[in-house]
Nanobody, 118 residues
């Protein structure tokens, strides 16, 4: 099994920055990519950014140029640097990974709340 712990959320003013952290442990050998997802009030959970084991990244159009995903393999940690935050970025942010069959590696955790408000 894989365990994931997300952290780093909080309340920030528009234009501010936050960095989210995701630490994975357990049977992570089958993980081929890691991603950050978010679910705003009354919305579905959507992909924000993902990174493969080789470092290839992809982003939702709404966050391109503002968010950066990165990983430190030796620490089994994935980061999401969020700059120039907007109120519409307010959501619960979740981390999860996929295996080579594109299956999620674990169930969804508690996530970390990000609130952008003045």
């Amino acid at each position: 099994q894989v365990q994931i712990v997300e952290s780093g959320g909080g309340l920030v003013q528009p234009g501010g920055s936050l960095r989210l952290s995701c630490v994975a442990s357990g049977n992570i050998d089958r993980v081929t990519s890691m991603g950050w997802y978010r679910q705003g009030p009354g919305k579905q959970r959507d992909l924000v950014a993902a990174i493969t084991a080789r470092g290839s990244t992809n982003y939702a159009d709404s966050v391109k140029g503002r968010f950066t995903i990165s990983r430190v393999n030796i620490k089994n940690t994935v980061y999401l640097q969020m700059n120039n935050l907007k109120p519409e970025d307010t959501a619960v942010y979740y981390c999860n990974g996929r295996d080579d069959l594109y299956t999620f590696i674990t169930s969804w955790g508690q996530g970390t709340q990000v609130t952008v408000s003045s």
